[in-house]
């Protein structure tokens, strides 16, 4: 007789919150991605790269997708704590606003600002945009728990 034993499948872990739509928000949520991946065991090189991610997600929010009296959320998956995929996403009220394609992207060089999705490109191994019904916007992106080793940005 040969028997074989049922392969479960790890837990899909998730988080989520409700931040203000402030500049103390965003920074919040910087800070609480590094508390709930540190708690979910994330390699320190996925932690650093996702809390970059959230500082330039959360403060597009802010900036861009902020509606008088309406927060952000910010929302984790974890498909395999092993070796799975990390998807952030961040949602506003702002659905008319989609980011601008990096194709038509120009930033002046002495510009301060405007770069925020272009480290969102390097640091992301993919990244993009839905609809947020009703009226909203979901910027997402997601990152392999593979080897621990520092990801290089596409030249």
Same mark, same amino acid.
Request: aromatic letters at 6%.
């Given at each position: 007789?040969?028997?074989?034993?049922?392969?479960?499948?790890?837990?899909?872990?998730?988080? $989520?919150?409700? *931040?203000?739509?402030?500049?103390?928000? /965003? @920074?919040?949520? !910087? %800070?609480? +991605?590094?508390?709930?991946?540190?708690?979910?065991?994330?390699?320190?090189?996925?932690?650093?790269?996702?809390?970059?991610?959230?500082?330039?997600?959360?403060?597009?929010?802010?900036?861009?997708?902020?509606?008088?009296?309406?927060?952000?959320?910010?929302?984790?998956?974890?498909?395999?704590?092993? $070796?799975?995929? *990390?998807?952030?996403?961040?949602?506003? /009220? @702002?659905?008319? !606003? %989609?980011? +601008?394609?990096?194709?038509?992207?120009?930033?002046?060089?002495?510009?301060?600002?405007?770069?925020?999705?272009?480290?969102?490109?390097?640091?992301?191994?993919?990244?993009?945009?839905?609809?947020?019904?009703?009226?909203?916007?979901?910027?997402?992106?997601?990152?392999?728990?593979?080897?621990?080793?520092?990801?290089?940005?596409?030249?």
């Amino acid at each position: 007789m040969n028997a074989t034993t049922p392969q479960l499948r790890s837990p899909l872990r998730t988080f $989520a919150q409700q *931040l203000s739509s402030t500049r103390r928000g /965003a @920074r919040l949520g !910087r %800070l609480l +991605t590094y508390e709930q991946l540190r708690s979910w065991e994330v390699s320190p090189t996925v932690t650093e790269r996702a809390e970059q991610i959230v500082a330039e997600l959360a403060a597009n929010a802010v900036l861009h997708g902020r509606v008088q009296g309406r927060d952000f959320r910010l929302a984790f998956t974890l498909d395999h704590p092993a $070796a799975g995929v *990390l998807r952030i996403a961040v949602t506003d /009220a @702002r659905g008319d !606003r %989609l980011p +601008t394609a990096l194709t038509e992207f120009v930033t002046p060089h002495d510009s301060e600002t405007g770069r925020g999705l272009l480290l969102v490109t390097a640091l992301a191994d993919r990244w993009g945009t839905e609809p947020y019904p009703p009226g909203g916007k979901t910027v997402w992106a997601e990152l392999s728990l593979g080897p621990s080793e520092p990801r290089q940005p596409n030249d």
